[in-house]
């Protein structure tokens, strides 16, 4: 019979990886020049991408080998643990590339589907945002407790755009409604930094179409684990059609407003 860790020991392995990985990313960055482009033109990989999901496939064969793990630049092997490892290697590699200082790793465990564990730490700030199911996000060692209490016409909304040309047509489309409905929209380039930031209170809602389970596992497990609501609208979980969060006070409100607008059908089914 396996046994399935505790999330607590998840956890604390999840930390481990990210930060370990974060490194990785400080010590490659000169790397950050050798692009590659995957789904579109605007799709990119840089050598520290791999490099960072190698080293973090790596360290998961030699320390937990009966896990399943799945990782945005195809490192993946199926597992009989019950345990499945959800790898962002660089979200936000656009910005990485760039030089803009907002990306992150982002490392979370899933048990039997459902995330317990997670962590995303971004090499630059030094940030490592953490959580586990049923035991509340955390920034270091302060716990998250989710945005400011305002009005959604005072509300800052990230959001993010798809490499699809069409798709971020469609996505722009929607974007154009909300902004005399809410305070301001922000799109920062990293979905699970922005989910983080959504649960330290540094945005107070969060919407996207078409994200990858690597890209929101993590910061969307600190998200509700910090007190706030996640929803992919119409009573469907959120999902690659939608993921939309915001704190308990502005959340009915706003996702009325996302499902006004078909905020989760710019996807075909």
């Known amino acids: 019979m396996v046994t399935v860790p505790h999330p607590a020991d998840l956890l604390s392995f999840a930390v481990e990886l990210a930060d ?33 999901e190698r080293w973090l496939v790596a360290e998961l064969a030699a320390r937990r080998p009966g896990d399943a793990i799945l990782g ?27 030089g803009i200082p ?21 090499p630059v700030s030094g940030e490592t945002f953490s959580a586990r199911l049923g035991g509340g996000a955390h920034l270091g060692g302060t716990r998250l407790t989710g945005p400011r209490d305002v009005p959604l016409d005072r509300a800052v909304v990230a959001t993010g755009f798809g490499y699809d040309a069409g798709l971020r047509a469609r996505q722009g489309a929607v974007a154009l409604p909300l902004l005399p409905r809410v305070g301001d929209l922000r799109r920062l380039g ?3 930094l922005e989910l983080c930031f ?38 469907r979980a959120a999902g690659r059609h939608l993921y939309a969060a915001a704190g308990p006070s502005l959340a009915g ?14 996807l075909a089914d």
């Open 102 to 122: 907002h990306y992150a790793v982002s490392v979370a465990a899933e048990v039997d589907g459902r995330v317990v564990a997670g962590a995303v730490a971004n």
């Open 72 to 98: 945005e630049e195809g490192g993946g092997r199926s597992g009989e643990s019950g345990v499945r490892w959800l790898l962002d290697p660089i979200d936000g590699t656009v910005n990485f590339v760039l």
């Open 198 to 235: 959504l649960a330290a209170g540094r945005v107070d809602a969060y919407f996207e179409a078409a994200l990858n389970p690597w890209d929101h596992a993590a910061g969307g497990l600190v998200a509700a684990e910090a007190g706030c609501r996640v929803s992919g609208l119409h009573d």
């Open 253 to 266: 409100e706003f996702f009325a407003l996302l499902e006004s607008v078909g905020a989760d059908r710019v």
């Open 190 to 192: 990293s979905a699970a």
């Open 20 to 52: 370990g990985a974060a490194e990785v990313v400080r010590s490659s960055e000169a790397g950050r020049r050798a692009i590659d482009a995957k789904s579109s033109a605007t799709d990119l990989v840089t050598e520290v991408d791999r490099a960072v």
